[in-house]
């Protein structure tokens, strides 16, 4: 099979012609067009604005063999992540030749992928590359290959730029700001089977999809900060915004501005409403996660074990007086690092006498950052609900603080009592 990976909402003229080359390629080798459709959340972290039917539909009737729906994976990953599990699908499925488009050549992805193929880790992509997800698949393509002891043929096409450059962003606003209705410019853009289906969808009020934001906003609205530190890609600094921008009402945008204040770009953003709406934790994340790095599909550098020891490493470096900057660069380029992160700490707490007499030991306690930017702990018993900041040495504050921002390793607390019977909070950061 030659695969084509794609939201295809909807499939437009750029589409169109990657389909045609497909073909074209799979007639000669005698083999199939297949399509791997985005399913559920697009690869930007969205719902879609087209329905996966109608989609299938508008892929198949320009020449694709077969659709399958590719589901579960961008409302909990992001595409470091994403994109190997399905490439390695792919793999699985007997896929032997992938094609996209692209504004670069073929000779150009080598040259931006050649950096990540070395260092075998696929995050920190820089923003000012050209073309970022193809050189991303490029990569993982190459990494990959040693898993599964060969590659998948990479083709490449130039990306349609006549009438105007294709892209299924532009067309979908154009739709909405037209009170969906499908102008004549925008026509020009789409295969005429795509604007019958497209058509169909509005009439049947299927189009758009939309976010269920009564469910996004009671949760931004009630979740405590405690409740919200479970939710994967939410870190101390987000949590808090979230908390200070309350209480969202029926405008939107409250609630986007709560996630650039926290210095969350629009496809985190995209990410982390996800997770809320959906409830997506990061000990659910972190499953996932471990799940395919047993099958070899995740590359080494980023797995769990790796991001763990880094937050370890930076901890101890800081606490020498090394810049955070430095130690990270360092984490990064030297391979000959030995690092053991402690995976329990044992932290003091404030408690009043009132307080002391009412709480037992196994008690949970909640560890989350307050408001003060401090990392405290929220423990209930019965009518008593007690918020308190932990007392830990400053590099156990600084690996926690970065444990807590990894956005998808979970951390949990259990009130125990020392040998010198004070209270105490054991915290363990899971690793599964």
Known sequence: MIAISADF?????????????????????????????????????????????????????????KVIGVEGLHHRL??????????????????????????????????????????????GMPQDFPNRNVIRWY???????????R???????????????????FI???????????????RKLLPKT????????????????????????????????????NIAYLNGKVINKIVEGRFYKDDEESIWASFRRADYGPVMTRLAASCIEEEVTKDEV????????????????????????????VAEEVDKGVSAKEANEKFRTRKDLKVNPLMTLESGLNLTKFEAKKV?????????????????????????????????PSKEVTYLRYILDSRYIPVSGELIKNKRNDWRVKITIHDY
């Open 9 to 65: 909402d909807p499939v437009h003229k750029g589409h169109e012609e990657l389909i045609r080359k497909a073909r074209e390629i799979a007639d000669e080798k005698g083999i199939e067009v297949a399509i791997y459709m985005n399913k559920g959340y697009s690869a930007n972290h969205a719902p879609f604005f087209t329905p996966f039917e109608a989609r299938k539909e508008m892929a198949l009737a320009l020449g694709a063999d």
């Open 78 to 123: 992001i595409l470091s992540y994403s994109v190997p599990i399905r490439l390695a699908k792919m793999h699985e499925d007997g896929v032997t030749d992938y094609i996209t488009a692209a504004d670069i050549s073929l000779d150009e992805v080598k040259k931006y992928a050649e950096r990540f193929i070395q260092e075998g880790s696929f995050l």
């Open 139 to 149: 990569a993982i393509n190459e990494f990959l290959s040693k898993r599964f002891d």
């Open 151 to 169: 590659k998948i043929d990479f083709h490449l096409i130039p990306e349609l730029t006549q009438p105007k450059k294709v892209s299924g962003r």
């Open 172 to 186: 979908r606003k154009e739709i909405l700001k037209n009170d969906l209705i499908i102008s004549e410019d925008i």
């Open 194 to 229: 795509s604007i019958e289906i497209l058509e169909r969808e509005i009439e049947k009020g299927t189009i758009p999809g939309r976010r269920n934001m009564k469910v996004l906003k009671h949760k931004m609205n009630t979740y405590s900060r405690s409740n919200l530190t």
């Open 286 to 313: 972190l499953k996932l996660m471990r799940h395919y790095e047993e099958k070899g599909v995740i590359p080494e550098e980023q797995n769990v074990d790796k991001i763990i020891e880094r937050a370890w490493y």
């Open 360 to 392: 037992h030991e196994g008690l949970e306690a909640k560890i989350f950052v307050d408001k003060d930017n401090q990392i405290s702990c929220e423990i209930k018993e019965k009518k008593i609900k007690i918020k308190t900041n932990l007392k830990l």
